[in-house]
């Protein structure tokens, strides 16, 4: 495959193994996950999502990463950051599809999330994902998508929420960085929040997309970088300038890696 930064292992039994048991883990999780939240909300009326909802979500995404047998090492800087509930944009390089599952471990009071349309179509996960109140933006039409944007910053400004998104969109089909979407960026300038950068390593070289199932090891969550808010200057060119400088910051963290 062209451009495969990581191509797929030649089969044998162990894969097979790993895949079994992860896919398993996967849908076991989420079958007692899905019902259990649903309870908790009707029986709340909502109201705790930040708080029962918030402990429900990382008790699975930990149970995930048990089942998937990563180790997950936050830089303290960044976890005391995230500890505190404040108005923010927080921001990933989207490598695999085990980041749904990274950030429900160190799930922040008052976090919500962005999320392609395609996700709440998803048995199970998109049922989860609309009880935790996520927002679903269709990236094929830019208005609605635009609409979608607006309202999550409108939010997030309203009840200082951290609104995490990846500003590449979706995952990268060859391992490496790529192109910036701009959503992040009008959403920090219209909530006038700034941008907590987060850089995910190791990933990509355990579970990248083009693989069946993830290998087992350790993957690093660190600051990048707190860009300040971009309200003073919303401006078209000002908004294409910021997304281009945290890119460059991005690739030159996971450069350095390797």
């Not at 979500?57 to 048990?66: P, V």
């Not at 089942?67 to 800087?77: C, D, F, N, S």
Request: proline content about 7%; overall charge positive.
């Amino acid at each position: 495959m062209p451009n495969v930064k990581h191509p797929p292992p030649p089969p044998t039994l162990l894969g097979a193994l790993r895949w079994t048991w992860q896919t398993f883990a996967f849908w076991a999780g989420l079958a007692v996950f899905i019902p259990s939240l649903l309870t908790v909300m009707v029986l709340s009326l909502g109201r705790a999502r930040h708080t029962l909802g918030r402990r429900m979500l990382r008790a699975w995404g930990r149970f995930m990463l048990w089942a998937l047998g990563l180790r997950l090492v936050v830089q303290p800087e960044l976890e005391a950051l995230l500890a505190v509930r404040q108005r923010r944009i927080v921001t990933f390089n989207h490598t695999s599809t085990v980041d749904m599952f990274l950030f429900p471990t160190i799930w922040t009071p008052g976090m919500t999330v962005v999320a392609k349309r395609e996700m709440a179509w998803v048995p199970l996960v998109g049922l989860g994902a609309w009880l935790m109140g996520f927002h679903f933006v269709n990236r094929t039409n830019p208005t609605t998508a635009r609409a979608s944007m607006t309202a999550a910053a409108e939010e997030v400004r309203r009840s200082d929420l951290s609104l995490l998104m990846a500003p590449e969109g979706t995952r990268s089909r060859t391992g490496h960085l790529q192109p910036f979407r701009l959503g992040a960026f009008y959403a920090s300038a219209d909530a006038d929040a700034p941008i907590v950068a987060v850089v995910i390593l190791g990933l990509d070289k355990l579970f990248p997309r083009n693989w069946a199932y993830c290998r087992p090891g350790t993957v690093t969550m660190k600051l990048l970088t707190v860009m300040p808010s971009g309200a003073s200057d919303p401006s078209s060119e000002a908004i294409h300038a910021r997304a281009e400088q945290l890119r460059s910051l991005y690739q030159a963290a996971l450069d350095d890696f390797g």
